[in-house]
């Protein structure tokens, strides 16, 4: 089938118009055998196009007309699922010609199949030269620096397209699946924390330079379950967050066929195919085809950051921006941001990559994914006996591109790094035509895999120094600042890894690594992580990224105090200076930050005061890590849009909710036992 494939396919690359692709296809013994069978399809002859012709001719051709054209042709509704089904078959085949369509897919669906078990040759991997952005050491200050100074340059990209149905996500009255986008986390759906964590580098940005900029973000959404329309909606009711619609650029993944582990094409139901989005590495195609390039350059931005959207911690301290800084200092085209990985993890590896090309080597940075391994022969051993650490970093899919590199390079490789995965059950009819249970999968492309073909070439095997001079690059950072995902939802008595339970106790780790070692403020310990399911968290804490998010500004605006056991200190704003505040209990402090699409003035000035209420009901069926948190009692300052907020030497006894009205400044002040307030015109 595969030879035959391919010959069919050599000539159809010969081809210049459909007419002679359906010449072709006619010299096929299959495409006059089926007509022959099946006379009545020429029914419909004039309610088709000859776009449509060949469509059914590549079904044909590839072995799965019988199946997905199976349906009484003369019962009244065949002809509406009839041009359903050729609307669906066309947008695949365009999406997939570079790759020769519908055949093409099926062609490179079937050779990965049978290579599936196969060792590939004639390449090697070896352990990557990272470089490394543990530490604020002064090399890595400056690229902190670099990526700051140069912000103005870079574009947001967000993978927001997939499925996520290991989250179980479900709209409870419609039932309607949620994509992950839309999951709750801290309060704020992961989108959100996503557009705040670039708002808040912008925020450090206007802080650093007195200019005010605002990052291009393009989405790449998905067809699958209305996850456009639902991102589209989520957007308008937030009010684009505060930011220009225009500012946003979406592309729209399509969705692919599912085909078996047989080779065949699953069906939904009759003349329906079933199928998922197309995998992340559509995105270079899909910001080719849909213009995102060119909304870009109207930017004017040259360079990208890639996150995925389920990775909430990316952004934590230092860690983007000495990416990025190192992407730009060293006019790196490619990079990925890489750290720890345990030994057996489901997680893929970052990887130096050699190609023997007659007398050259070639080499470049690459990604691997876990399922691959054996197929790449590559051991998933520990660093050493003593560890449970991998050998090879973990590939944390926070991408860095420089634009015209990518622009140039997926002419060549439209479609990087193909696989399959054999993981959804779909039902299909067996040889004695019973309906039964099978695996399938589609053909998935990897985003990060561009980097496949960027390449460097030398005369002789690479020496150690020369690792760092490639166009792509690898940074390694801290794992608890670099990756925690939500992928799956939590089953009691199970590990809380990727997580949505898990990634927040990674977060509160990170606030008690900041306010302890960095604020020095007090902290109760943090619980063990089976104490934390069963009891939840020792303290509840969230910081706003934009008070920092370097754990050294934060430091700046948080100093000293004490947060006692099963207390709380929620800041959800940009500008607060707390010295010495001891809460026993509950302080949430909000403010209007961003309006308009201007940053807006405000600050909170706590100065040796002391809070004291009932806080938090932990006796409460609470979701902590969606901040869906039932109080007995708290202090709740919230400022409006330019508002200040001023106490010092204060013991809040009560709980309270204090509103500071719009351009004003208000003081508290204690007389006797009594808080007293005044408020100002700014």
């Not at 801290?186 to 802080?207: F, R, V």
């Not at 939590?490 to 008690?512: A, H, M, Q, R, W």
């Not at 909000?590 to 806080?615: D, Q």
């Amino acid at each position: 089938m595969l030879i035959k494939l391919e010959k069919i396919l050599s000539k159809l690359n010969q081809a210049k118009t459909v007419l002679n692709k359906n010449e072709i296809l006619n010299e096929e013994k299959k495409v006059i055998h089926f007509f022959h069978l099946h006379p009545k399809i020429t029914m419909y002859k004039d309610e088709i196009s000859i776009e449509d012709e060949y469509l059914i001719k590549s079904l044909i051709v590839i072995d799965q007309a019988e199946s997905v054209l199976s349906y009484d042709m003369e019962n009244k509704d065949f002809l509406i699922k009839f041009k359903q089904l050729l609307s669906n078959l066309k947008k695949i085949n365009d999406f997939y010609i570079e790759i020769g369509g519908i055949i093409g897919y099926h062609y490179h669906f079937l050779k990965l199949l049978d290579e599936k078990d196969k060792k590939i040759k004639n390449i090697e991997y070896f352990y990557p030269k990272a470089i490394n952005i543990e530490n604020l050491d002064f090399d890595v200050e400056s690229l902190v620096d670099i990526g700051l100074e140069n912000l103005s340059k870079i574009a947001l990209i967000l993978p927001i397209g997939g499925a996520a149905e290991r989250l179980g996500l479900v709209n409870p009255k419609t039932k309607i699946p949620i994509p992950m986008a839309k999951l709750n986390f801290l309060g704020k759906t992961l989108l959100e924390n996503a557009i705040e964590d670039i708002k808040s580098l912008e925020y450090l940005y206007y802080q650093t330079f007195k200019k005010q900029i605002v990052t291009p973000i393009v989405l790449m959404t998905s067809e699958y379950n209305n996850n456009h329309e639902q991102i589209v909606k989520l957007l308008e009711e937030k009010n684009w967050f505060e930011r220009d619609k225009n500012n946003y650029f979406f592309i729209k993944q399509i969705c692919s066929p599912l085909i078996t582990k047989d080779g065949n094409w699953a069906l939904k139901s009759p003349l329906t195919l079933a199928l998922k989005p197309s995998g992340h590495g559509v995105l270079w195609q899909l910001m080719k085809k849909q213009k995102a390039f060119e909304f870009l350059k109207s930017q004017n931005r040259t360079k990208a950051l890639i996150r995925q959207i389920n990775n909430p911690i990316a952004n934590t301290d230092f860690t983007l921006l000495a990416f990025l800084g190192t992407g730009i200092k060293f006019d790196k085209k490619f990079g990925f941001a890489s750290c720890a990985r345990k030994v057996k993890s489901a997680e893929g590896i970052n990887i130096l990559k050699e190609i023997k090309q007659g007398s050259k080597f070639v080499y470049n940075y690459s990604n691997i994914e876990y399922t691959e391994f054996k197929k790449y022969n590559i051991k998933d051993v520990p660093i050493n006996d003593n560890s449970d650490i991998s050998k090879y970093p973990s590939n944390t899919n926070i991408l860095f591109a420089d634009l015209l590199e990518i622009e140039k390079t997926i002419i060549k490789n439209p479609f990087p790094g193909l696989i399959i995965n054999l993981k959804t059950k779909v039902y299909a009819k067996d040889k004695d035509n019973k309906i039964v249970q099978v695996n399938a999968g589609r053909l998935e492309s990897m985003m990060q895999n561009i980097s496949d073909s960027i390449t460097d070439q030398f005369d002789e095997k690479i020496k150690d120094e020369e690792k760092l001079q490639l166009k792509t690059f690898i940074t390694y950072s801290k794992r608890n600042k670099t990756i925690s995902a939500t992928k799956k939802s939590y089953k009691f008595g199970s590990d809380i890894i990727e997580t949505p339970e898990g990634c927040y106790f990674d977060v509160l780790s990170n606030y008690y690594d900041v306010l302890t070692n960095f604020s020095k403020m007090s902290l109760p310990d943090m619980p063990s992580k089976e104490n934390y399911i069963l009891q939840g968290p020792s303290f509840i804490t969230y910081l706003n990224p934009s008070i920092g998010p370097l754990y050294k500004d934060i430091a700046k605006k948080i100093i000293g105090g004490r947060l006692q056991k099963q207390s709380e200190l929620f800041l959800d704003l940009s500008n607060v200076n707390l010295e010495n505040v001891d809460i026993n209990g509950s302080l949430i402090i909000k403010a209007i930050t961003y309006k308009n699409k201007k940053f807006l003035n405000h600050n909170c000035h706590l100065s040796n005061v002391k809070i004291n209420n009932e806080g938090i009901d932990y006796s409460s069926d609470n979701i902590f890590y969606q901040n869906n948190i039932k109080h007995k009692g708290f202090l709740k300052i919230i400022l409006n849009e330019n508002s200040t907020f001023y106490a010092k030497n204060i013991i809040f006894n009560e709980s309270k909710e204090i509103i500071v009205p719009a351009n004003c400044k208000m003081y508290a002040f204690q007389d006797n036992n009594k808080v007293l307030y005044k408020t100002e015109n700014k």
